[in-house]
């Protein structure tokens, strides 16, 4: 049973920092591409970063890309997403999710498994 589990949500002024992490259990982590998205209230859930096999292929959404950078951890299953100088239209729930593919995926509907969320929250 594959199982995505986030943390390191909270609540955080603008400016600050979070670093979210993702543990990833009942798949061969290696063999998939990883992807963080996020869904604010009322909006739908959209493409934040995405991550293929290898640390040096990776994704951004055009609003995030100075500002977050995705990583992963393959030895400890684990994916990361650390997020600099956050705004107030950051704030929602981060979504990780895994898909089988060696290059980084946008499309969320690619996506085959997926966590329960973890929420930020940026206070202006």
């Known amino acids: 049973q594959v199982q995505l589990v986030e943390s390191g949500g909270g609540l955080v002024q603008a400016g600050g920092s979070l670093r979210l992490s993702c543990a990833a259990s009942?798949?061969?982590?290696?063999?998939?591409?990883m992807g963080w998205f996020r869904q604010a209230p009322g909006k739908e859930r959209e493409f934040v970063a995405a991550?293929?096999?290898?640390?040096?292929?990776?994704a951004y959404l055009d609003s995030v890309k100075d500002r977050f950078s995705v990583s992963r951890d393959n030895a400890k299953n684990m994916v990361y997403l650390q997020m600099n100088d956050l705004k107030p239209e950051d704030t929602a729930v981060y979504y990780c999710?895994?898909?089988?593919?060696?290059?980084?995926?946008?499309?969320?509907?690619?996506?085959?498994?997926w966590g329960q969320g973890t929420s930020v929250t940026v206070s202006s």
């Open positions: 999710a895994a898909v089988r593919s060696f290059a980084p995926v946008v499309d969320r509907l690619k996506y085959s498994f």
């Open positions: 009942g798949l061969t982590f290696n063999n998939y591409a």
């Open positions: 991550i293929g096999l290898s640390d040096r292929m990776n």
